[in-house]
């Protein structure tokens, strides 16, 4: 399914009431970044400005996945996020993209897999040669022998490092979504970082705002249980940064 027809399906709602971050944290909650480390660069300049005016709050960045693929500087994303985790406490989110990533570095022949999933930009951002990713998946192979090749270790720790989801009081952190009605300790990896349909049409009670990407949207999508803050990125230049503090979650403008 395209972008347009994402964004067309799933409408904002309006804001309900939520419950607040545990007492003396402020969560930030960052959506679908896909190769844009331009916008990257702009959330977080309204990080270091919004963190600034904390008075004694523990603030912690969430970023929801999907670091890679579509935009055209993958490799510069993931090394400002390396970076930025020197410095600052992040928990890292697993994509489907990382996930079909970390799978065909393990198994070559699954490396068109990712091809199909707009890998090209992330390929050539890593300085693959054109010539190689022109003949696509007919080359997999030795696309992927030089991709991995090129593939610096720091990234390959930092991809196979990524969580399938985080909790903090009450708000839950993943990818795509959960599973309604399984636990979230027995969530599959698959649901949590592909899941649409079953889960966006969902009034299902999780025990949690799920707080979660995926799926575009045009603007944060509030739900009484869950908060889409995928606003594609790669396509709007639109990357959300969601701060829920002791008065809920609000859009860090």
């Known amino acids: 399914m395209v972008l347009g027809a994402l964004i067309s399906r799933f409408r904002t709602a309006q804001p309900v009431a939520y419950p607040p971050a545990p007492a003396?944290?402020?969560?930030?909650?960052?959506?679908?970044?896909?190769?844009?480390?331009?916008?990257?660069?702009?959330?977080?300049?309204?990080?270091?400005?919004?963190?600034a005016t904390l008075e004694g709050e523990e603030p912690i960045e969430i970023y929801v996945g999907d670091y890679i693929d579509?935009?055209?500087?993958?490799?510069?994303?993931?090394?400002?996020?390396?970076?930025?985790?020197?410095?600052?406490?992040?928990?890292?989110?697993?994509?489907?993209?990382?996930?079909?990533l970390i799978e065909a570095l393990g198994e070559d022949a699954l490396f068109g897999d990712w091809l199909d999933m707009g890998a090209v930009p992330t390929i050539l951002s890593y300085g693959v040669e054109p010539w190689m990713v022109q003949a696509g998946s007919q080359n997999a192979?030795?696309?992927?022998?030089?991709?991995?090749?090129?593939?610096?270790?720091?990234?390959?720790?930092?991809?196979?490092?990524?969580?399938?989801?985080?909790?903090?009081?009450?708000?839950?952190?993943?990818?795509?979504?959960?599973?309604?009605?399984?636990?979230?300790?027995?969530?599959?990896?698959?649901?949590?970082?592909?899941?649409?349909?079953?889960?966006l049409k969902s009034n299902h009670d999780f025990g949690?705002?799920?707080v979660h990407g995926h799926t575009p949207v045009n603007a944060v999508d509030f739900r009484a249980?869950?908060?889409?803050?995928?606003?594609g990125a790669y396509a709007t230049n639109r990357l959300t940064v969601l701060r829920i503090d002791e008065a809920g979650p609000r859009v860090l403008d």
Do not use: M
């Open 70 to 100: 579509r935009g055209p500087d993958s490799r510069g994303v993931v090394e400002r996020l390396i970076r930025r985790a020197e410095t600052v406490d992040c928990v890292f989110l697993r994509g489907n993209h990382e996930a079909t």
């Open 141 to 199: 192979a030795d696309l992927a022998r030089a991709f991995k090749a090129l593939l610096p270790q720091s990234h390959f720790r930092f991809l196979g490092a990524t969580h399938s989801w985080a909790r903090f009081g009450s708000y839950v952190f993943v990818h795509a979504g959960l599973k309604p009605g399984v636990p979230l300790e027995a969530q599959r990896p698959d649901d949590l970082f592909w899941i649409r349909s079953e889960f």
């Open 24 to 51: 003396g944290r402020v969560l930030y909650a960052i959506g679908d970044v896909h190769g844009r480390s331009d916008a990257l660069d702009l959330a977080f300049a309204r990080l270091d400005a919004d963190r």
């Open 225 to 231: 249980n869950r908060i889409n803050i995928d606003t």
């Open 208 to 210: 949690h705002i799920v």
